[in-house]
Each structure stands twice: as structure tokens, then as C-alpha cells.
């Protein structure tokens, strides 16, 4: 491996960590914008006597949900890219006569599959969805049970 290879890679690896705390940076806010949203409509369901309002947050829900998927998505194929350019990065460290050089450095990500957004879904990864899964929980029971200042 050249010298140029070797600058090459490491550029690569370097801009693939940065995209990589980006877009674990954007899912934060998403969250937490989600977060102020949700709560400022039910807030204001519950002080105004609107109950109607409750039914936005299961749509306000879902469209952050699928919005920080998207991301969620992005990040792991930078991970994976990050992975490939580390297994050559250690090859050069150790070394190795032949390193294994990724076919393609880029920072274009894919198109998603269905496929990939379930597997966003799973038990295992319960931090990302079970706080979308609870506030709508939360607002479809305040609605049932017709949570308004006035009752109280």
C-alpha cells in the first residue's frame, strides 16, 4: 500500500466518524424535539378542554419515529463503512502483504429496504422504539378516558 493509499484510507475512516457522531447528534434532537412536541400537545389537550388534540400525538408520533429511522438507518451504514475501512486500517498496521481495501470509499448512503427498517424494530433494539411506542400509549388513553382540566 502507498503512501497515498494510506492517506486515502485514513481520510475516509476519519469523515465516516464524523458522519457518524453527525447523525447520532440529529437522532438526539429529533428525539428531543419529539419529545417537546408531544408533550406541548398534550399539555395543551389537557388545558383546554380540546380533547381532539390527543389525537395528534399519535401522528406526530409516527412521523418522528419513521423521520429518526431514516437516520438511524444512515448511521449504520456509515458504521458498517467505518468497519470496512478499520479491518484495512489494522491490515496495514499488522503488516499485511495484501491489505483488504474496500471496493468503494463514499459517503452516498443506499437506498433503505423494508427490510431494514424492521430490523430497527426488534425486542432488542427497545431504546429507540418504546418511547415512541408509550406516548402514544399515553395519548390514546388520556383520550379514552377523556382527560380534560374540567373533570379535575
Known sequence: MTDAQRE?????????????????DSCWKIRSVFYTVSFGLIAA???SNVRAL????????????????????????YILKSIAIET???DVLANEANPRFPD????????????????????RRYLFWLSYLLI???????????AIKARF
Request: hydrophobic residues 55%.
Open 88 to 90: 484495512t486500517i489494522n
Open 8 to 24: 486515502i484510507v485514513l481520510k475516509a475512516w476519519d469523515r465516516y466518524q464524523t458522519l457518524i457522531a453527525a447523525v447520532g
Open 45 to 47: 389537550a389537557f388545558s
Open 54 to 77: 390527543y389525537l395528534l400525538v399519535p401522528f406526530v408520533a409516527l412521523g418522528f419515529c419513521l423521520l429518526e429511522a431514516g437516520y438511524q438507518q444512515f448511521q449504520q451504514q
Open 136 to 146: 402514544f400509549l399515553i395519548a390514546i388513553l388520556l383520550f379514552v378516558f377523556n
Open 104 to 123: 468503494r470509499i463514499e459517503t452516498s448512503p443506499h437506498a433503505f429496504t423494508i427490510r431494514d427498517f424492521r430490523s430497527l424494530f426488534r425486542l
